[in-house]
C-alpha cells in the first residue's frame, strides 16, 4: 500500500471533472427532490449517502408516489444493478493482499465515472485513489443538490425546465460513447428506446407503474442479449 | 399512513451500498458464467436508455424543447462530449428552445 499520498492527491486532481459535472446535475436531482416534497437536509443526505443518479431519481419519484418502503428499495437495487458488475470488476482490480477495510471502503463510492476512471488505471488499483476521487466528487454531488432545492424554489420556470432534462443528458453521456464502438449495444438502446415508447403510450400497460416497467424492460432486454449475443472478453465493459 | 423520509433513506442507502460492497467482498476469483456476466455487462445500457426515452420527453414544458434536447445530446455524445458537456449542452437547447416554442 505504499504511495498512498501520490493516489490520494492523484484522485483529488482527476476528480475534480468529476465534481464540477456532479454540481450541474445534480440541481436537477435537487430540483426532482423537492418536488418529491423532500427538504434540503433531507435531499442533501440522500445524495451525500446514496452518490447514484438513476437510483435517488427513482426513489424520490416513488416517494413523491407514496410508495412502500420495500418497493422503493426494490427499485433502489433494480436501479443500481450496474454496481454490482463495477464492484465485480473492482474486485479483480485491487490487489488481493489489500485489507478487508479498504473492500468495504471502495464500495461506498462505486459511481459510474469514479468507476470508469478509477478501473483505467494501469496494473492493480490503490484504494487511495479512489477515496481521493471520492472526497471532491462526493461534495460536488451533494452541494448541487443542496442547490437545486434551494434554488428551485425561486428559478423561473424556464431554468427549472431547462435544468430538469440535465439529468437525462448525463445518461445519454453514459450510454451512447459505448454503443458507438460496439454494434449490439447500439441495436440495444434503440429497441430499448422502441419498446420503452411502445410501453408508456399503449394503453395495454397502463396499470404497470414506471418503475416496474423500468424492471420488466431491463431485465427481458439485457436477458435476451445474453443469451443471443454472449460477451465472452473481458474489458468490453465502460461506465 | 405518515412514512418517514428518514426511513426511506436509510434503506436506499442499505441496498445501494450492499450492491457496491458484496461482489468487492465476495468474489475474488472472476465470473465464468457466460450469460450471467454477459446479462451484467447489457444491465446498465438498457436500464440507462429505457429511463431515458420516452420519460425525457415530458421533462421539459415542451415535448419539442425535450425533442430538440435529446437530439442535441445523443449527436454530442456520439463525438465524444464527456457528460459535463453533454449535461450542459441539453440545459441550454431547452432553454434556448422554449423562447421559440
Known amino acids: 500500500m505504499e504511495g498512498r499520498r501520490h493516489w490520494f492527491l492523484k484522485g483529488l486532481k482527476d476528480g475534480v471533472p468529476i465534481m464540477l459535472g456532479y454540481f450541474a446535475v445534480s440541481i436537477a436531482l435537487g430540483i426532482s427532490a423537492r418536488n418529491a416534497g423532500m427538504t434540503a437536509t433531507q435531499a442533501t443526505l440522500a445524495s451525500a449517502l446514496i452518490m447514484a443518479s438513476a437510483g435517488q431519481y427513482i426513489g424520490f419519484t416513488l416517494i413523491a408516489a407514496g410508495a412502500g418502503y420495500l418497493e422503493v428499495m426494490l427499485m433502489e437495487a433494480i436501479a443500481n444493478a450496474r454496481y454490482l458488475l463495477m464492484s465485480a470488476s473492482l474486485s479483480q482490480k485491487l490487489d488481493s493482499k489489500t485489507p478487508f477495510i479498504h473492500r468495504l471502503l471502495v464500495g461506498l463510492w462505486i459511481t459510474d465515472e469514479i468507476f470508469g476512471v478509477s478501473v483505467s488505471v494501469q496494473g492493480k488499483l490503490n484504494p487511495f485513489y479512489n477515496y481521493g476521487m471520492a472526497a471532491v466528487a462526493t461534495p460536488g454531488w451533494a452541494l448541487g443538490t443542496l442547490t437545486g432545492v434551494v434554488l428551485g424554489n425561486v428559478l423561473p420556470v424556464r431554468v427549472v425546465s431547462a435544468l430538469s432534462v440535465g439529468l437525462y443528458g448525463m445518461f445519454i453521456s453514459l450510454f451512447v460513447p459505448p454503443a458507438r464502438r460496439n454494434r449490439i449495444i447500439a441495436a440495444l438502446v434503440l429497441l430499448s428506446f422502441a419498446l420503452s415508447y411502445a410501453f408508456n403510450t399503449l394503453p395495454w400497460f397502463d396499470g404497470i407503474s414506471s418503475g416496474v416497467k423500468i424492471i420488466i424492460l431491463t431485465v427481458a432486454i439485457s436477458l435476451g442479449a445474453a443469451v443471443l449475443f454472449p460477451v465472452r472478453k473481458e474489458g468490453g465493459h465502460a461506465a | ?101
Open chain 2, 1 to 101: 399512513m405518515q412514512r418517514n423520509v428518514y426511513l426511506y433513506i436509510l434503506g436506499m442507502w442499505l441496498v445501494s451500498y450492499l450492491i457496491r460492497v458484496l461482489p468487492l467482498t465476495l468474489i475474488r476469483r472472476e465470473i465464468t458464467n457466460v450469460t450471467v456476466r454477459s446479462f451484467l455487462y447489457y444491465v446498465p445500457y438498457v436500464t440507462l436508455a429505457v429511463m431515458t426515452f420516452p420519460a425525457i420527453l415530458s421533462a421539459t414544458q415542451s415535448t419539442v424543447s425535450a425533442a430538440l434536447a435529446l437530439a442535441a445530446g445523443l449527436v454530442a455524445a456520439w463525438f465524444g462530449g464527456s457528460l459535463f458537456q453533454v449535461s450542459v449542452l441539453c440545459c441550454a437547447v431547452v432553454f434556448v428552445a422554449e423562447f421559440f416554442v
